[in-house]
């Protein structure tokens, strides 16, 4: 008994130490923070040092009360994340997450944790990114760099401008192309609003190479892509010139000291050969010491005159030839370069250098540079003022008639015997073009007998679901905005297609949604995710950005158009909403005028403008009103419809027609009336 009591506190503690032993596992690897583009697949790995435990994952989603979620535990994925998979490997204790095609709604905080979700946890941030911006506000086409002429090397500054959604902004790094140095000590990173920030960079000339360019790169991805942009090519136009032409007064004083010494030695020569010849010579009478001191005389003026005629043929050779001929090649850029076609630059100055007459070129064509950019300043804001004058002055809006009725009714759908939605309204020339929800085909029908003609295919994998189109008279081409896949996180894209189907151009719009219409040759689109007035190219190229704040009420943006350069006429409101208004902006989102809609059933959905400034106003009812350019109401166009939602319309100003789209509140698969195209004139 005695025995068995002294070996009870030995098993007790091999016991002790055991549980211990099992019970203090670690986390060998540990997730983290990573940054992903929308749709890439990543991976977060963690494992634990006991093989046999397992690890739980959680999620801390964005915007939402701290309580965590469940990813992964008890060897199954959480309800809500059945998309995303488990890697795991019993011999390392490893418990990778992989999410496929990250979403917006991914960004988060992530942990693992180790026994069970008892154990040990580590967290990381997934900020999801949507592909960055890089932009330049130096034209780098035209850079002066590293030059000998005194000219002061320009000043870069690159933007990067990143929209994301996560607890924290991405971290970014620029570095040249080619280079893996960063340029970090010149980056100031400036955050625009919660979930868009810009890191700028500012570089002298100097540090710039012929040809180099620069990129933006987020520092800790996630998947094999990098997150990253780039700029163009940068060209250092002061590198296209040797040096001689900027160290031309440095060569040219050379070369007068130069002929300075010749003429010296040959000076020299001519008075020691006189001064033999008559007053050492004359005396002499013997012909043959004549001739000896006239050999003396011939060679101390040839041998002088030799070496200065080839230190001069050197110079010109060397040195005056390739500088007139880079010269040249100056003088033909600058004529290229002139916008205006013609040389303003003041005469050449007798005497003046090449050196002297470049810098005084420089000079002149960076005062009329300054000129013009004030003349352009000056003009811009003289048309603003004028479109302001005009935009305030009272104008006769166009003659409707009263109480307009359909003309002709087209019920689409009728070739492919599928109902759907109608989302889209243009004319463009005598065709009508109608889209519809979740289908890439557009229909096309003559705008004057309404007879359907072969629809417009969109390409697969080009767009498959189209959020709206608008037409553009003078590129003569549609804009068809949508996403490539029918998940509602990913971002949408605009496409600029031919009448005939062929597409010319493509970009991302910046949101996940949106609306379209025209302005010019211009391209408006509201991003109601973002509160967003975008105004792009035909091409694709950003212009301005309209932030319409939600303190100020602008929630559920339905569409958006452009009156003038400087004005936007944008509609707003959900059903839930208690403002629901048409409000007229300026380029900078303040409200110079609204239209207050207090009905409930009113949600203005579309709007339309024409030639005399009048706005049209759609509703959800079916209802169109019309306005004046103050946003006064002026009367009801046409009535409501029952069971019906007016949700696009378009106006063909040649033959006084307008279109408007209609679709039924409940629709049945074989109801070919469900989605319809009314035709009203109203001339």
């Given amino acids: 008994m005695k025995q068995k009591l002294q070996l009870w506190p030995t098993a007790s503690l091999f016991l002790f130490s055991t549980l211990i032993e099992l019970g203090s596992g670690i986390l060998v690897t540990k997730p983290s923070p990573a940054e992903a583009l929308i749709g890439q697949k990543i ?52 418990f990778n997450l992989i999410i496929p095609s990250v979403t917006l709604n991914d960004a ?11 154990g040990e946890q580590s967290s990381a941030q997934l900020i999801v990114l949507e592909r960055p911006l890089c932009t330049s506000a130096t034209d780098l086409t035209k850079i ?27 971290v ?25 920030i810009i890191y700028n960079i500012t570089m002298d000339g100097a540090l710039v190479n012929n040809g180099s360019a620069f990129e933006c790169f987020a520092t800790r991805p ?100 390739p500088q007139k001929k880079q010269f040249d090649q100056l003088n033909k850029m600058e004529s290229v370069q002139l916008t205006s076609g013609e040389d303003k630059s003041s005469p050449e100055t007798p005497g003046e250098t090449p050196t002297e007459r470049l810098e ?19 003009l811009d804001t003289r048309i603003q003022e004028l479109e302001q004058e005009l935009y305030s002055s009272d104008c006769r809006p166009m003659d409707y008639v009263d109480k307009p009725s359909p003309v002709h009714t087209i019920n689409t759908g009728l070739r492919t015997k599928e109902q759907r939605p109608i989302v889209g309204l243009a004319v463009l020339g005598n065709s009508l073009f109608v889209s519809h929800e ?52 990913s971002t949408s894209s605009i496409l600029k297609i031919e009448p005939g189907g062929k597409v010319l151009a493509e970009w991302s719009s910046g949101g996940s949604s949106g609306r379209l219409s025209t302005y010019g040759s211009n391209v408006i689109v509201c991003l109601s995710d973002k509160s967003l ?100 109401f002026q009367r009801n166009l046409i009535g409501k419809a029952d069971n019906c939602i007016a949700s696009r319309i378009s106006f063909d100003e040649t033959e006084k027609r307008l279109f408007v789209a209609r679709n039924k509140v409940s629709l049945k698969p074989k109801d070919l009336k469900a989605a319809q195209v009314l035709v009203f004139n109203v001339k």
């Fill in 108 to 118: 988060g905080l992530y942990e693992c944790q180790e026994e069970y979700g008892r």
């Fill in 144 to 170: 002066v760099g590293t030059n000998n002429c005194g000219i002061k090397s320009d000043q870069l500054l690159l933007s990067c401008i990143v929209q994301y959604k996560g607890n924290e902004p991405p």
């Fill in 533 to 632: 007035v975008c105004e792009f190219t035909h091409n694709g190229e950003l212009l301005h950005q309209v932030r319409l704040s939600p303190s100020a009420g602008f929630i559920h943006l339905s569409h958006a158009i452009q009156v003038t350069s400087v004005h936007f006429v944008v509609s707003h409101g959900g059903r839930d909403d208690r403002r629901r208004r048409v409000c007229l902006v300026d380029r900078e989102g303040n409200i110079i005028e609204k239209c207050e809609i207090f009905e409930k059933r009113k949600l203005p959905v579309c709007l339309l403008n024409d030639r005399s400034r009048s706005i049209l106003v759609g509703y959800a009812e079916g209802r169109i009103i019309l306005l004046n350019s103050k946003l006064i």
């Fill in 43 to 94: 991976h977060l790995n963690c494992s634990t040092s006991i093989k046999g435990s397992e690890i739980h994952w959680f999620h801390y989603p964005i915007q939402q009360a701290p309580q965590r979620q469940l990813v992964y535990g008890y060897n199954k994925m959480g309800d809500s994340y059945s998309r995303l998979q488990m890697e795991r490997d019993n011999a390392t204790g490893a």
């Fill in 222 to 321: 996630a998947a094999a892509e990098l997150p990253r942009c780039h700029t163009t090519n940068a060209t250092v136009i002061s590198r296209i010139f040797p040096c001689e032409v900027c160290s031309c007064s440095s060569s040219c004083v050379g070369a007068i000291f130069i002929f300075i010494f010749v003429v010296i030695v040959i000076g020299a020569a001519v008075a020691a050969s006189w001064y033999f010849f008559y007053f050492q010579k004359q005396k002499e009478e013997e012909k043959e010491t004549y001739e000896k001191y006239m050999d003396e005389v011939f060679c101390l003026n040839f041998f002088p005159f030799f070496i200065g005629s080839a230190l001069s043929l050197y110079w010109y050779l060397r040195r005056y030839r």
């Fill in 172 to 196: 970014m790094k620029w570095r040249k192309i080619g280079e893996q140095t960063t340029i970090d000590s010149r980056i100031a990173p400036t955050k625009l609003s919660d979930n868009e």
């Fill in 360 to 378: 005084r070129r420089i000079r002149e064509l960076e005062r009329e540079n300054e000129d013009h950019k004030k003349n352009e300043n000056k």
């Fill in 438 to 489: 979740k289908t890439s085909a557009i229909e096309v029908y003559d705008s004057a007998t309404y007879v359907a003609q072969d629809p417009l295919q969109i390409k697969e994998g080009q767009m498959a679901e189209p959020f709206d189109i608008a037409a553009c008279v003078q590129e003569s081409c549609l804009f068809v905005i949508g996403r490539l896949d029918s998940s509602k996180d």
